[in-house]
């Protein structure tokens, strides 16, 4: 599914014009976005919590040459669904 898909499926359910479908579907984006940069977390019931995790500087080796390489410190995004969705997605 798409940003698009989301958009049309908020028309079609709800009857919003487009114009505000999308005006909504960035406006939660947006703000899912402005909280995980601020190293909050984002739980949605239901659904699942988003959080940001820090990963520590690492040695790790290129696969074509065998050399040893450095990888650097990074923020990457974790996901973990709820138990509801889980429960709906093995039913």
């Known amino acids: 599914m798409t940003k698009a898909?989301?958009?049309d499926s908020i028309y079609e359910k709800i009857g919003l014009s487009k114009k505000e479908s999308i005006q909504i579907v960035e406006l939660v984006f947006e703000i899912m976005r402005a909280?995980?940069?601020k190293g909050n977390k984002?739980?949605?019931?239901g659904f699942g919590n988003f959080n940001v995790r820090d990963k520590n500087i690492r040695r790790?080796?290129?696969?074509?040459t065998g050399d040893a390489i450095?990888?650097?410190a990074?923020?990457?995004?974790?996901f973990k669904a709820?138990?509801?969705l889980k429960k709906a997605l093995n039913e």
């Not at 790790?60 to 074509?64: A, S």
Request: charged share 25%; aromatic share 0%.
């Open 82 to 84: 709820s138990p509801v």
């Open 42 to 45: 984002v739980k949605i019931s």
């Open 35 to 37: 909280e995980l940069e």
């Open 70 to 72: 450095e990888i650097s």
């Open 74 to 78: 990074r923020s990457v995004l974790n």
């Open 60 to 64: 790790g080796r290129n696969p074509q």
């Open 5 to 7: 898909d989301l958009v």
